[in-house]
């Protein structure tokens, strides 16, 4: 009888990450004007349908739209800041 171990393909070594410094800053790019964005529509579309339940148009529309945009540009910069 053989005593030997059945011999396994090795498995490939894993590669290294690149320098996620660039990639980083890359996703921050890419992520900022979607976080803008969706503050503003969240907000408008919040207020538009308070506006529809009462009949209050388009004053809550335009108020939660604005502080959507406040809170989108408020989050941009602390992420900004937070990356930087």
Known sequence: MDTEEPTTPSSPTPRKRPDSGASSQYA?????????????????????????WLHT????????????FYA????????????G
Do not use: H, M
Request: charged fraction near 20%.
């Open 28 to 52: 921050t790019a890419l992520e900022l004007p979607i976080v803008l964005v969706a503050a503003v529509v969240v907000g408008g579309l919040f207020g538009y349908l308070l506006d529809r």
């Open 57 to 68: 148009k388009p004053f809550l529309t335009l108020i939660l739209g604005g502080v959507g």
């Open 72 to 83: 989108g540009v408020r989050d941009v910069l602390r992420r900004v800041t937070r990356s």
